[in-house]
């Protein structure tokens, strides 16, 4: 590169190429990969920045931190149902909850017919329980499936409170029981959302997790707005209204959720360790 600019008759019609190149390979290094000069260049036009909240602002390292039955039922039944609907589901607190059973010596139930529903779950019926249909995964799930809610959702409010994401389990018409999963705010979060407000930038969260969940992580992070209880397509159509907002914005995300919204914003940016591979491919930069 250095020959070049240094026998190009015209050195400035190849300076802008070289810095961009230099530029690419130097944030390579750090373990930033951009997939191109032109994002590069999108990212100083960038007013706003879009975060997902799970394996993004926090770490990505789910654990079941309580558990609760109703019903009649047993904590152990409500861990066998769990663990055989998460057996099929690719979503990130799957891990968490099969990990927990597992190290609770729970053999999970035999499933058939799994069904994911994107947003909300998932269902199967039980093989061992008489066949009965059962469903795992938030409150719109239960809604959808006329399984009343009102009286869990007040014993699990608390533990919402405190940051932590719910996850119910029906058999039939009733919900057996319900498992809170916790996940630590990294530790880098809120010194990055200072450092991008003193740039002059916008932070937004946009998560799928309810609403106490969602304001408990963005105060501790700093984020001012925050949207929850979204469903893929409902945070495509909140990255469209940011765009006509402030012009050019920025997604950030790990989840095969994200990546309809990395697809629109100006540059979409993957979490690349922890994050999905259809994120990884649908996004402008990857973070190794």
Known sequence: LILLVIACPCALVI???????????????????????????????????????????????????????????????????????????????????????????IVPHDMSRYENIPGKGG?????????????????????????????????????????????????????MGALAIADKVRDESKSVIGRLKDLGLTSVMLTGDNEHTASAVSARVGINESHASLLPEQKVEKVRELKEKYGSVAMVGDGVNDAPSLALSNVGIAMGAQGSDVAIETADIALM
């Open 15 to 105: 300076a802008t190429p070289v810095a961009i190149t230099s530029a690419l390979g130097g944030a390579s290094r750090r373990g930033v990969l951009i997939k191109g000069g032109k994002y590069l260049e999108e990212l100083k036009k960038v007013k706003a920045i879009a975060f997902d909240k799970t394996g993004t602002l926090t770490r990505g390292e789910p654990y079941v931190s309580d558990i609760i039955a109703f019903e009649g039922f047993t904590e152990k039944q409500v861990l066998e149902d769990a663990a055989g609907l998460e057996q099929f589901s690719s979503h990130p607190l799957s891990k968490s909850i099969l990990a927990f059973a597992k190290e609770k010596g």
């Open 123 to 175: 269902k199967a019926v039980c093989l061992v329980c008489d066949d009965v249909e059962h469903c795992v995964g938030n409150p719109k799930i239960m809604d959808a499936h006329d399984i009343p809610t009102k009286e869990v959702l007040q014993k699990t409010e608390p533990l919402e409170r405190e940051g932590k994401t719910i996850v119910l389990i029906s058999e039939g018409k009733q919900v």
